[in-house]
């Protein structure tokens, strides 16, 4: 019934921009902290930003500054705008709610930047 819907991804050039959306249904998202963490190739999955119920956020230092998360609690949705992408961006980027071990995971969106 847990549905995460992610979309916005996409292939850009180094110092482009891009929003990824994440798009919940079935929880009572007010109450759930969200996240986006993303996974490169050989790689773990890493955290790039949280956003809890109450509105505080922490992000990965490599995007700090560069990426902000929001969330839109009457629409259900959590945010990324990704501005100034670096090709170590580039990585399959999934949204998460809630916390362990009560976590679910959306099934990621490709974000692809160029150099």
């Known amino acids: 019934q847990v549905q995460l819907v992610e979309s916005g991804g996409g292939l850009v050039q180094a110092g482009g921009s891009l929003r990824l959306s994440c798009a919940a249904s079935?929880?009572?998202?007010?109450?759930?902290?969200m996240g986006w963490y993303r996974q490169a190739p050989g790689k773990q999955r890493e955290l790039v930003a949280g956003?809890?119920?109450?509105?505080?956020?922490n992000y990965a230092d490599s995007v700090k500054g560069r990426f902000t998360i929001s969330r839109d609690n009457a629409k259900n949705t959590v945010y990324l705008q990704m501005n100034n992408l670096k090709p170590e961006d580039t990585a399959i980027y999934y949204c998460?709610?809630?916390?362990?071990?009560?976590?679910?995971w959306g099934q990621g969106t490709q974000v692809t930047v160029s150099s």
């Open positions: 998460s709610a809630g916390v362990p071990p009560r976590r679910r």
């Open positions: 079935g929880i009572i998202f007010s109450i759930n902290a």
């Open positions: 956003i809890s119920s109450g509105g505080s956020t």
